[in-house]
């Protein structure tokens, strides 16, 4: 789905990124996990093209996204959730269907993708409520229903559960299962939780200081880590 090559970002004179070779599978859980300010929230908004890389080159589907034409088109076929849920004003319904409207479906449609993607999150009896009224759990469920429902091929997703009690994060863990089972969409997940890197994902990058420090199958990775960071981390030492 994904391949990078020589990408680094920098800000100003700090670089924050550099992954000299990564691939990310198309059609799998991927985790990207590793300690704070290891570059992984960075490296997600560059694959979903919000900044564009200060060296290097991210090719998807084998386009290099540099030299595409439109941004605006790639970017349709991706859909993220952050850490923090941001919804408009107006009902659960309008927000969800936002970005169905703006790339012109009929209303019938709309409705109809709609109704199905809130009852496949649980929400179809707050359609109306106003979205800036709803619980955090709620809020977060209703940002990754307007994720789901223009069915992406790529579902980008920043620390989703960090804020969330067990109930919902195991609700969002389904319906990320469901989304990459049932849909086909290549899931990328920033966690710091490794105990939901190891449930949910079929293969981890682990990160830190802006560099990859190793990634490969989760099982591999969790049963026998090469790296003596990656094992701390795992054990829930402090790595820097």
Not at 65 to 89: I, T, W
Not at 130 to 154: F, M
Request: charged residues 25%; glycine residues 10%.
């Amino acid at each position: 789905m994904f391949a990078l090559e020589g990408l680094a970002k920098t800000y100003g004179a700090r670089e924050v990124l550099r992954v000299e070779e990564l691939s990310f599978p198309a059609g799998l859980i991927h985790g990207l996990m590793g300690p704070s300010g290891a570059g992984k929230s960075t490296l997600l908004r560059l694959l979903n093209l919000l900044e564009t890389p200060t060296a290097g080159r991210i090719l998807y589907r084998g386009l290099d996204v540099g030299r595409y034409g439109s941004r605006l088109e790639l970017r349709r076929r991706m859909a993220m959730v952050f850490q923090k849920p941001v919804l408009f004003d107006g009902t659960v319904f309008d927000n969800v269907a936002y970005g169905l409207k703006v790339r012109g479906l009929r209303n019938p449609v709309v409705r109809e993708k709609v109704t199905d993607t809130l009852r496949a999150v649980g929400l179809e009896y707050l359609e109306k409520a106003q979205a800036r009224t709803l619980s955090g759990g709620e809020a977060q469920r209703v940002a990754l229903a307007r994720a789901l429902v223009i069915e992406p091929d790529v579902l980008l997703l920043d620390e989703p559960t960090s804020n969330l009690d067990p109930h919902n994060v195991a609700l969002l863990e389904d319906l990320i299962r469901g989304t990459n089972g049932g849909r086909g969409s290549t899931v990328i997940l920033v966690t710091h939780n490794v105990f939901q890197a190891e449930r949910l994902t079929d293969r981890v990058v682990f990160m830190c200081d802006g560099r990859v420090v190793e990634e490969g199958p989760t099982a591999e990775v969790f049963t026998s880590p090469r790296e003596e960071r990656t094992r701390a981390f795992i054990r829930g030492d402090m790595v820097y």
